[in-house]
Each structure stands twice: as structure tokens, then as C-alpha cells.
């Protein structure tokens, strides 16, 4: 025995082998029986005939020998004899008779029998042909439904391939990377898998799918519209800073134009640059896949403080070209008190180095006496100025009489709108010279020179003052 389990269609497949072979076999066996039979009565009657024919002969012979009274008797015995022998002849012809309808009776119980077992044997054959069908029937089914599952898991393979193509045609790298990465991770090697396994799995790995190329499509529209918004502002902003370099005026009334550039060191065209660097950085890296959203924020939160720049150097360009008016006015004021009131005249004035940023210089002198005085307007801030005045004369000048000229210049400066708090107290005792390079007022105003001596700047920036504050030294 090989051990395999048999099926029941093999059981019963077998069980009929048997039925039918013992059929065959106990046929084989009746027939070889009735004709042993047979031949055994044929062969003893054949000898008691023979028998019988013998003891005749032999009884005709004595009877020959006999007298007529034994002849008699012998006719008589010899009649009973046959009389006898037909009985028995008549009794084995009975038995034959009999022996024939039992073997008749035998036949057809056997048939019968045969005809019942073959009735059975088709029975178990009908029932085992109707159980193998019901089997194969259960088997095609088993088939037909992994065939079908097969196909389904064909079917969604390929939507899952599609859909994959889909999303990969999609700036996925630039906005959900590690998400359809962690996809391609699970649906790597599926093709391996049983189809039931396929289908679980490509109908999960379908729908996320689904819903990051909805995440992705919302963050590209996101994207582009901050990256347009961008673009927007960074071109209005240029336009602003276009125009302003075109027609900025500090009033309505003023014909000049605002060199914003000038007034902010540059300020305004370096801004300008940078934007303009930014924009080409926005338009060449638009679909590369590291700049993100977050990188278009922080450069929307750059361009948002550039235009809070923007609007500071316009204002740091106009308190600069209104603080350079002013010293400009408060030097015109001064000159013209001590014209009315002193008698000098204005030798020469400027602004240092011609740079209308730096500091403002007026000299004037008194022909009666021959001194001279230089004004000095320095700028500490965009919102305050430093006033010094610096006299020179050929005799002695009181601390009253520069009490007095400070007290008519700031009287002056007030009625005319400036607001300049001059203190001749502030004078510091012991200091008289050291303002004295401010006399060559030529070399400070060229636009080639050296500009106020550097130990002058010093003493000037180490001089105490404030919110146009105002000093006024003399020897």
C-alpha cells in the first residue's frame, strides 16, 4: 500500500471490479459444475447399461442350459428384471428431469441473482457517476471562482499600475515624497502573492493612492497660487521702486526728483537686485522638487519684510532729504541773523564734500572787524541735527555777547519753524581749539577733499548734544 487516501469515486470504482469479477467467477463455476454433473450421470448410467447388458447375456446363456421350468422362471425373473430396469431407467429420467429443473430453477436464481447484482452494481455506479459529477461539478466551480478571482486580481493589478503611472506623472517628489514612497514600499513584490493576497492589497494601495493624488493635486494648487501671489507682489514692488526712481518727490510743489538711491546708500537698487534675484530663483526653480510650500512661505515672508523695507528707505530717503533741507535752511537762518544783526556776510557755504548726506558748512565774515564764523550742521540722526558755530576774531569775545548772538539765533531759528535748543552753557572751558580745522572750509566743501579732518569729526561726535541741539564755541 503506497498509504495515499483513496476518493470515494475510486472506492467505488473498485467495489464494481469486484462485484463484476466475482460474478464472472461464480458463472465460471455453475457451468463447469452442471456439465461435471452431467458427465458423471452420463458415464454411470452408461456403466449400469453396460452392466446390465452383461449380466443378460450372461443370464441367456445359463438360461439356455436350463429346463423349461427354469426357463420359466428365468423368462419370469428376466421380465421382472426389465421391469425393474425400466423403473430404474424411468427413476434416473426422473432424476435427470428433476436435476434439470433444479439446475433450470439454479439458472435462473443465479441469473436473477446476477441481474439484481448487476441491478445493484449500475445503482452504486449511477450513484457514484452522479456523486462525480456533483464533485466535478464543485471542482468546476472551485475553478470557475479562482479563475474569476484571478482575473479580478489581473484587473486590479493593472488599475493599481495605472494608477500608480498617474501619480508618478505627478509632482509627488515636490509635495508628498515620503507618502508614495511608503506605497511603493507595501505593493513592491506583489506579483508573488496569491491572487486573494493581491486583490486586499491593491485595493488598499488603489485608494491611498486615490487620496494622495487628491492631497497632491490640493498642495499643487496651493503651490501655484503662492508662487503666482509671489511673482505678483515681487512685480508690484519692482513697479513701486520703477516708479519711485522715476518720479518720487518729497511734496507736490517740489520740481526735483527724490533720489531714493542716493539718500539710502544704494539701499533701493540693492533691494532691487535681491528681488529680482528672487524672482528669477522662483521662475527657475518652479517645478524643482526640493523647493516645497514651505520654501514659497518663507520667501513670501521675505518679500512681505522687503516691502516693509521698501516703504522704510522711502521714509529713511525722505527724513534724510528733509533733514538736508533743514540744515541747509537753519545755515541760511543763522546767516541771515548775523547779516542783520552783525553784519557778516557769507564768504562761502555748502555741503561737505558736495555730498547733500554729510554735514552742512557756512563761512561768514565781518569786514568791520574781520572776524569770522563758520556754522557747522551736523547730522547725528535723520531726526536730529547738531548745531556749532565757531567764531574766530582778532580780539576777545565775552561769554555774554555769545550768550546774547545765541539767544537771537535760536529766537530766529523758533519763529521759523526749527526747533534748535542752544545753551551757551553747554561750552566746554579748555576746548576753544579744538574745532579750528573747521576755518578751511574750501577744502571741506570740495567734492574731491578730504571733508571734515578726522580729529575734527572726532570732536564733533564726542560733543554733547541731542535733539537739534545747538553749540557755540569761540576762542
Not at 99 to 117: C, G
Not at 317 to 335: D, G, L, P, T, Y
Request: charged fraction near 25%; include cysteine; glycine fraction near 4%.
Amino acid at each position: 500500500m503506497s498509504g495515499e487516501k483513496r476518493t470515494p469515486i475510486e472506492i467505488a470504482r473498485d467495489d464494481i471490479r469486484d462485484l463484476r469479477r466475482q460474478m464472472s467467477t461464480m458463472r465460471s463455476n455453475h457451468a463447469e459444475s452442471l456439465r461435471r454433473a452431467r458427465r458423471q450421470n452420463e458415464e454411470e448410467i452408461n456403466r449400469l447399461r453396460r452392466r446390465t447388458e452383461e449380466r443378460e447375456n450372461a443370464m441367456s446363456q445359463r438360461v439356455g442350459q436350463m429346463s423349461t421350468d427354469m426357463k420359466q422362471m428365468r423368462v419370469h425373473h428376466d421380465a421382472e428384471i426389465k421391469k425393474q430396469a425400466g423403473e430404474f431407467y424411468a427413476a434416473q429420467q426422473r432424476q435427470s428431469q428433476e436435476f434439470m429443473q433444479v439446475q433450470r430453477a439454479t439458472y435462473n436464481q443465479l441469473s436473477q441473482s446476477i441481474q439484481e447484482t448487476n441491478q445493484y452494481v449500475e445503482s452504486i455506479r449511477r450513484s457514484h457517476e452522479q456523486q462525480l459529477g456533483q464533485i466535478r461539478n464543485q471542482v468546476n466551480s472551485i475553478l470557475a471562482r479562482q479563475q474569476h478571482t484571478q482575473q479580478q486580481a489581473a484587473q486590479l493589478l493593472n488599475d493599481l499600475q495605472c494608477e500608480v503611472a498617474i501619480v508618478q506623472a505627478m509632482p509627488y517628489q515636490k509635495f508628498r515624497p515620503q507618502q508614495m514612497k511608503q506605497i511603493l514600499s507595501r505593493i513592491q513584490g506583489l506579483n508573488s502573492l496569491p491572487p486573494e493576497s493581491q486583490m486586499g492589497i491593491a485595493h488598499t494601495a488603489i485608494r491611498d493612492l486615490i487620496a494622495l493624488e487628491e492631497e497632491i493635486e490640493t498642495e499643487r494648487f496651493r503651490y501655484e497660487a503662492i508662487h503666482l501671489q509671489i511673482l505678483q507682489s515681487i512685480d508690484t514692488l519692482l513697479s513701486d521702486i520703477h516708479s519711485n526712481k522715476r518720479s518720487l518727490r518729497l511734496s507736490d510743489e517740489d520740481t526735483e526728483m527724490l533720489d531714493v538711491d542716493f539718500w539710502t546708500d544704494n539701499g533701493y537698487s540693492q533691494l532691487e537686485s535681491t528681488l529680482i534675484n528672487i524672482r528669477a530663483n522662483l521662475v527657475d526653480n518652479y517645478a524643482n522638487p526640493e523647493f516645497t510650500t514651505d520654501t514659497l512661505m518663507e520667501v513670501a515672508q521675505m518679500v512681505e519684510e522687503m516691502e516693509q523695507q521698501q516703504e522704510a528707505l522711502i521714509y529713511e530717503a525722505v527724513e534724510k532729504a528733509n533733514s538736508s533741507a533743514m540744515r541747509a535752511a537753519i545755515a541760511e537762518k543763522i546767516a541771515e541773523v548775523l547779516h542783520d544783526s552783525h553784519c557778516y556776510e557769507v564768504v562761502d557755504y555748502g555741503y561737505e564734500k558736495q555730498d547733500q548726506r554729510k554735514s552742512y558748512l557756512a563761512k561768514l565774515h565781518n569786514p568791520d572787524n574781520g572776524s569770522e564764523v563758520v556754522v557747522l550742521i551736523y547730522p547725528e540722526s535723520t531726526t536730529s541735527q547738531q548745531l556749532i558755530l565757531k567764531t574766530k576774531t582778532n580780539g576777545y569775545i565775552s561769554e555774554i555777547d555769545l550768550y546774547t548772538r545765541a539767544v537771537e539765533i535760536n529766537r530766529e531759528l523758533k519763529a521759523a519753524g526749527i526747533q534748535v535748543n542752544a545753551d551757551p552753557r553747554e561750552v566746554t572751558p579748555g576746548n576753544e581749539h579744538s574745532l579750528d580745522g573747521l576755518y578751511d572750509i574750501a577744502a571741506i566743501l570740495h567734492e574731491n577733499g578730504e571733508g571734515i579732518p578726522q580729529q575734527v569729526l572726532q570732536n564733533v561726535q564726542q560733543t554733547e548734544g541731542g535733539n537739534s541741539k545747538a553749540r557755540f564755541q569761540s576762542n
